[in-house]
C-alpha cells in the first residue's frame, strides 16, 4: 500500500467512503436487514407488532434496491465473459509506474501474460520474480510504434485479451499568464492521454473480436473529466474525451452494425479522484473526509476484480465520484457556490508532480516509497 496510508494521522482514515462501506456491507445488505425481523421474533415480538412490521418493511425495501441493482447491470451490460487465464494476455500502457505498476505486478504475480507499454525503462527491481511480465519500449501517442509492439507482443505472448490504457501524463499549467502552456504540451497532453487510446483500440481490438473469449478494454479517464479545473485545461478535456470514447465504442460494439465477436467485448471506464501516486504530487485534497485520496492498490483491486468477473462497468472512486455528474443538475449560480467552498479550483497550488517527456521521472516508485516508509 502507498505510503500516505502508513503515514496518515487516524482521523483521517474516517472518510465517507470507509461508512458507506461498512454500511453497504451491514445495515444496508439484505442478509443482516433480514436479521433484524428475525431477532424480533426471537425474542417473541408478534406478528403485527409495530417493530416487526417496520424491520419486515425495512428490509424488504433494502432487498428489492439490490435486486433492482443487479437487473440494472445486467440490463446495461449483459452477461459476463468467461475468462480462461491460459489463454488470456494483458496489456497494460504506462506499466512501469504508479496504478499501471501495481496492475502489472498482481497480473505478473498471478503468473498471467503481461506487456507493458511504457516510455520508461522499468528499473530492475520492479520485474523481480515476474517471470510472465514483458516490458515493450513503445510511445503509445505513436500510431505505427503501437502497430510494431502489437506485432511483437503478438510473436512474443499470443493475441492479447485484455487492454488497460492506462498511460498519461498531466503538465498542470495554466492556459494564459507566465509559465503558461505551450502548443506543444497541449498537444502533448492529447496525444498521450486521448489519440493513445485511439491507436491502442485500432491495434488491439481486432485480435479480440477474433478470439474465441473475447477481451475486455478498460479506459483509464478521471473524474477531473467530468468536472473541468483550473490549471489542467489540456488535461481535464484530454480525460473529457476519454469518457466520450468509452461512450462511442459501447454503443459500436452494441450496435446492430456490430462486428462480428462484438458481443464477447467487455469494457470498464475508471473515472478515479486524486489517487496516491506521484502524478498528482503536491495537491492537496480539499476535504480528507468528503473526497479522500484514492489508495492506488485499493483502485488496482477494483479493477483487477472487474476484469476477472468478465463484467462491463464503471469504477468511480472515491465514492463523491460516482455522483458528480449531478453536479450538472444544479443552477449555475449554485454549482459555482460549491466549486468554490469545495475549494477545487485551488487544489492546485501546491502541484509539483506531472510526469512525462522532459519532467522527473526519477522521483520513487509507490513500492519503493512504502519501503522507505516503513524503514521510518
Ligand atoms: P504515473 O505517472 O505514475 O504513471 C503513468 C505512466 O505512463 C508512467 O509509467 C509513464 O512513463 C507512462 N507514460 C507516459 N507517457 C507515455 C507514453 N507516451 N507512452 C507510454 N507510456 C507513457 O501516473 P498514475 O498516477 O499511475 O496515473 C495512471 C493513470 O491514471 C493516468 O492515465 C492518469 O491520468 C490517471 N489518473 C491519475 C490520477 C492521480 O491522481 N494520479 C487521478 C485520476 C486519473
Not at 45 to 58: H, L
Not at 113 to 142: H, I, M, N, Q
Not at 168 to 192: C, D, F, M, W, Y
Request: charged fraction near 20%; charge should be negative.
Amino acid at each position: 500500500m502507498a505510503p500516505n496510508h502508513l503515514s496518515k494521522p487516524w482521523h483521517e482514515h474516517i472518510t465517507i467512503d470507509l461508512l458507506a462501506h461498512v454500511l453497504n456491507r451491514s445495515l444496508f445488505h439484505p442478509f443482516i436487514a433480514w436479521l433484524i425481523p428475525l431477532c424480533q421474533r426471537a425474542v417473541g415480538a408478534p406478528y403485527d407488532s409495530f417493530n416487526f412490521t417496520a424491520t419486515c418493511i425495512y428490509a424488504s425495501i433494502v432487498t428489492l434496491i439490490w435486486v433492482l441493482g443487479f437487473l440494472n447491470t445486467r440490463i446495461a451490460y449483459g452477461l459476463p465473459r468467461e475468462l480462461d487465464w491460459d489463454e488470456e494476455v494483458v496489456v497494460i500502457t504506462g506499466g512501469a509506474s504508479g496504478l499501471g505498476k501495481i496492475l502489472t505486478e498482481t497480473y505478473g504475480m498471478r503468473g498471467a501474460s503481461v506487456a507493458v507499454l511504457d516510455v520508461r525503462d522499468p528499473e530492475e527491481e520492479e520485474s523481480e520474480g515476474l517471470a510472465t511480465v514483458k516490458f515493450y519500449k513503445c510511445d503509445v501517442g505513436d500510431a505505427e510504434a503501437v502497430v510494431r509492439t502489437r506485432e511483437q507482443i503478438e510473436k512474443d505472448l499470443g493475441t492479447p485479451t485484455i487492454l488497460i490504457n492506462n498511460a498519461g501524463i498531466v503538465h498542470g499549467k495554466p492556459l494564459l499568464g507566465p509559465n503558461s502552456l505551450t502548443p506543444s504540451e497541449i498537444a502533448q497532453t492529447l496525444r498521450i492521454n486521448t489519440l493513445a487510446h485511439f491507436h491502442t483500440l485500432q491495434a488491439f481490438l481486432p485480435g479480440m473480436l477474433g478470439s474465441p473469449q473475447g477481451g475486455t478494454i478498460v479506459t483509464i479517464s478521471s473524474v477531473l473529466g467530468k468536472l473541468g479545473a483550473s490549471h489542467l485545461a489540456d488535461y481535464t478535456a484530454s480525460k473529457a474525451a476519454l469518457i466520450a470514447l468509452h461512450a462511442s465504442l459501447r454503443a459500436e460494439l452494441t450496435s446492430p452494425a456490430a462486428p462480428e465477436g462484438a458481443e464477447r467485448i467487455r469494457t470498464v471506464l475508471v473515472t478515479p479522484g486524486q489517487l496516491s501516486t506521484t502524478l498528482f504530487a503536491g495537491v492537496q485534497t480539499p476535504s480528507s473526509f468528503l473526497g479522500p485520496v484514492v489508495e492506488v492498490m485499493e483502485l488496482a483491486g477494483e479493477i483487477v476484480r472487474m476484469v476477472d468477473a468478465g463484467e462491463s462497468g464503471e469504477i468511480s472512486m472515491p465514492l463523491y465520484a460516482r455522483y458528480i455528474e449531478w453536479l450538472h443538475v444544479l443552477p449555475a449560480g449554485l454549482q459555482r457556490v460549491v466549486r468554490k467552498v469545495s475549494g477545487m479550483d485551488r487544489a492546485m497550488e501546491g502541484f509539483r508532480g506531472g510526469r512525462g517527456p522532459g519532467t522527473d521521472n526519477k522521483r520513487p516508485s509507490p513500492r519503493q516509497q512504502q519501503k522507505k516508509a516503513l524503514e521510518k
